[in-house]
Antibody, heavy 122, light 107 residues
Framework: QVQLVESGGGVVQPGRSLRLSCAASGFTFSSYGMHWVRQAPGKGLEWVAVIWYDGSNKYYADSVKGRFTISRDNSKNTLYLQMNSLRAEDTAVYYC???????????????WGQGTMVTVSS | VIWMTQSPSLLSASTGDRVTISCRMSQGISSYLAWYQQKPGKAPELLIYAASTLQSGVPSRFSGSGSGTDFTLTISCLQSEDFATYYCQQYYSFPWTFGQGTKVEIK
């Protein structure tokens, strides 16, 4: 069964850090690009970051550039999002999502996790 | 940044209706467009990619069309399970961007 399971969310004070994880199963994780997408309460979807299947390339939304770092451990089938200098506006449900295409061709997101909530508040 | 205008933001319809949702880009994106459905408290699900290709397992009453700057999602005969929020998304250039969403509610 193809599955993504996020963890690591919680309540954190502004300026602090948090690391999210996304455990993949049921497919060859090392063959797919992976993304983080977030959704603030009652709002729409916002793409956050992408990492190539082999970790060779990474891109970020301007809103998180310089504060967030996407990474992966293909030996553990796990995707990460290190979030530093958190702000109130980072409060959202964070989803990991799989790119539909194998390899370096980026595509739509065909598999999503259930999401993990991050609340930034003092 | 490619800006997306999705309309309408709210659509009231009845079971059996044919509904269309529009997504307009600030610049051409060829066919690098996807449509997602999201129900409350759930993750989005991919419906259509490459503007008009139906994702495996998605009912054939869903269809997509368009290329360049103007795209449409059509639900030919609305079912009760289709009441949800729909998003378009471009994956032509970074940053990937989503439309603002269209909530399809029961009239």
């Amino acid at each position: 069964q193809v599955q993504l399971v996020e963890s690591g969310g919680g309540v954190v004070q502004p300026g602090r850090s948090l690391r999210l994880s996304c455990a993949a199963s049921g497919f060859t994780f090392s063959s797919y690009g992976m993304h983080w997408v977030r959704q603030a309460p009652g709002k729409g979807l916002e793409w956050v970051a992408v990492i190539w299947y082999d970790g060779s390339n990474k891109y970020y939304a301007d809103s998180v550039k310089g504060r967030f770092t996407i990474s992966r451990d293909n030996s553990k089938n796990t995707l990460y999002l290190q979030m530093n200098s958190l702000r109130a506006e980072d409060t959202a449900v964070y989803y990991c999502a799989r790119d539909r295409s194998v390899g370096a061709t980026l595509d739509a997101f065909d598999i999503w996790g259930q999401g993990t909530m991050v609340t930034v508040s003092s | 940044v490619i800006w997306m205008t999705q309309s309408p933001s709210l659509l009231s319809a009845s079971t059996g209706d044919r509904v269309t949702i529009s997504c307009r880009m600030s610049q051409g994106i060829s066919s690098y467009l996807a449509w997602y459905q999201q129900k409350p408290g759930k993750a989005p699900e991919l419906l259509i990619y490459a503007a008009s290709t139906l994702q495996s397992g998605v009912p054939s009453r869903f269809s997509g069309s368009g290329s360049g700057t103007d795209f449409t999602l059509t639900i030919s005969c609305l079912q009760s399970e289709d009441f949800a929020t729909y998003y378009c998304q471009q994956y032509y250039s970074f940053p990937w961007t989503f439309g603002q969403g269209t909530k399809v509610e029961i009239k």
